[in-house]
């Protein structure tokens, strides 16, 4: 069964870009993570020390969240443009099919079961009994049908989803659906087929992850048949997770309150959430938060600001911090490879500006200098890194400046322009300036555009950047990238898309076919370490470095990555996605 990159509590290294990366599934999820070579920094995180553990949970309370980004299209699964705060908020009211535990392995939440059948053709689901929508109706197998027909053939997930087998819909034979078939009350069965086709049914041994994430998540059938005729309902979703929306103000406040019929209890039997109440809010600069965290302003946010984890690192007595630095996001420049039109769809111009670039520079001045420089989207401890994928990220502008030659008399040009988005933040805009320096030294002249960062993802998808700040690609499976790099997700322009760079590689098209159905754990091993290369070979992105995420908190915030799985087993920090963590069993420390 595929796995998610889980997350280790030990301090980090990297250097943060301000970019969110999207967490429509998973592994990109996500998560939103980084492995191998870290520093010796000890970080605390008071959630786990012996003396919380002796801690008894005080229910009651309530805390104050924060968050960089605005979700757009809140909250319909179908339509949520989510990043890693999104799938924060959405959890709290939501519940997902699955989850990843600490073993990396998927397990049901909803789902008592999820299981194949020998060839990794078919998915068998059978759902938890007893279960409740906040609406008071029963979460059973036709509540997860609706969900998964509806967010599954929305336009923003199906392209994640060509290798589930399609048939006509029984309404209407026009129209395609989803395989999906009940089996009884509480049960059903999804089919795999390749590109859809049902006739040809398809091994998919990674199949369960993509029930941990958006498409994962169940709303209730009676809300999104309201929904359907009301579309202002949107903002006033009901689940069945374990805090209930009792307000929503874009780009302000996201209010929940306490799930008095929650299904989950803890391990000593008492009915989560503990908390009463959560404000979320939304700040989009992480040293502004910072500030709101010091002077008492809020409890509890995540950063992948490097900066930001530095200065608190200092203050770990007061704002005990978890870092997550296992299987991480890669900080990098996406380029939009579809515009052949623009110099940066030519691999000369890419592989000369990331000549260019002086990687350590850029951590050593926006990163707080916590960082480890990347070579590629494959962080380590992921299936397919490399430490030499024939990528040499050191600044080499010798090299540089003889690919921009090249390019400039086979094109006859005199003067190169390039096109770099990012979102406002100080960091963005201390790395931009940095940039535009690195390659007007090889004489290329940089236009620098500032995008809010509710609209960056929603452009993305459309092809509307031509190169830009982003993170992204956590994970442990090269099969959890393949909706992002598959060219049958998307390479066109104004067509939404996934394949945000509009990769369009037989190679990396082979390679990602492989690793998602081959039953041989070491050909898909080589298959993504042929991925790798390929992209370094082209130069499809400009890595800089490796993403670390932290929580800072106050210091009675407790019960942070201490939520349990409905097995009893513990639950994948981060939720499963670098950037979060789980709420069903945080509570304030009253006692002192």
Request: charged share 20%; proline share 5%.
């Amino acid at each position: 069964m595929n796995v998610m990159g889980r997350s280790k509590r030990r301090s980090g290294v990297l250097f943060g870009t301000v970019i969110v990366s999207m967490a429509l599934i998973t592994a990109a999820c996500g998560s939103s993570s980084g492995g191998g070579a870290v520093s010796d920094t000890t970080v605390a995180a008071s959630d786990t020390t012996v003396a919380e553990a002796v801690l008894t949970p005080i229910p009651g309370g309530e805390i104050i969240v924060s968050g960089e980004a605005e979700v757009s299209n809140p909250w319909i699964p179908a339509t949520m443009q989510c990043d890693s705060y999104c799938s924060q908020r959405a959890r709290t009211f939501f519940d997902t099919i699955g989850s990843f535990g600490k073993d990396n392995v998927v397990h049901g939440m909803l789902a008592e079961s999820i299981t194949p059948n020998a060839e990794f053709t078919e998915w068998t689901i059978t759902v938890r009994p007893g279960i409740l929508f906040s609406d008071g109706t029963p979460v059973n197998a036709d509540a997860l049908i609706q969900n998964l027909q509806t967010t599954g053939t929305g336009f923003l997930v199906a392209k994640a989803l060509v290798d589930v087998a399609k048939e006509p819909s029984a309404k209407d034979p026009k129209v395609m659906q989803l395989k999906i078939h009940k089996v009884d009350e509480m049960s059903l069965t999804i089919f795999m087929g390749k590109g859809g086709d049902q006739t040809q049914p398809l091994p998919w041994p990674g199949f369960a992850s993509y029930l941990t994430g958006q498409w994962g998540i169940v709303a209730s059938p009676a809300w999104l048949d309201a929904l359907a005729k009301d579309p202002t309902l949107a903002t006033k979703p009901i689940g069945s997770g374990p805090f209930i929306v009792q307000s929503y103000a874009p780009r302000d406040a996201l209010v929940v309150t306490r799930n008095p019929n929650y299904w989950m209890k803890d391990a000593a039997g008492v009915q989560l959430p503990y908390l009463d109440k959560i404000t979320f809010k939304v700040i989009e600069d992480s040293e502004t938060t910072r500030a709101a965290l010091e002077s008492g302003e809020i409890d509890i946010f995540s950063t992948s600001s490097s900066q930001v984890i530095a200065k608190l690192r200092e203050k770990k007595d007061l704002f005990p911090m978890v870092e997550q630095t296992d299987f991480s996001e890669t900080n990098y420049i996406m380029i939009d490879l579809a515009k052949k039109d623009q110099p940066s769809g030519d691999r000369r111009v890419r592989c000369a500006l990331s000549k260019a670039s002086n990687r350590q520079e850029l951590i050593d001045l926006t990163g707080g200098g916590i960082g480890i420089i990347a070579n590629g989207v494959f962080s380590p401890g992921q299936e397919g890194y490399l430490e030499d994928n024939g990528f040499d990220p050191a600044q080499d502008i010798a090299g540089a400046q003889a690919l921009i030659d090249e390019y400039k008399a086979d094109k006859g040009v005199t003067s190169i322009e390039v096109m770099y988005g990012h979102t406002p933040d100080r960091i963005g805009d201390q790395t931009a300036e940095l940039l535009k320096g690195y390659w007007a030294a090889i004489g290329v002249d940089t236009k620098v555009e500032v995008i809010p960062q509710d609209q960056y993802i929603t452009n993305a998808l459309f092809g509307k950047h031509t190169m830009y700040g982003w993170r992204q690609h956590a994970g442990l499976f090269v099969d959890s990238q393949n909706f992002w790099w598959n060219s049958a997700s998307g390479v066109k322009d104004g067509d939404l898309s996934l394949n945000f760079a509009r990769i369009n590689d037989p190679i990396v098209d082979e390679n990602l076919s492989i690793a998602r159905s081959d039953a041989d754990p070491a050909k898909r091993k080589a298959a993504a370490e042929a991925i790798n290369r390929q992209m370094a070979k082209e130069c499809y992105q400009i890595p800089t470095s490796y993403t670390i995420w932290a929580t800072p908190h106050k210091a009675n915030v407790m019960g942070i990555y201490n939520t349990k799985l409905p097995d009893g087993s513990p639950i994948n920090e981060g939720a499963g996605f670098s950037g979060q963590f789980w709420m069903n069993e945080i509570w304030i420390n009253t006692a002192g």
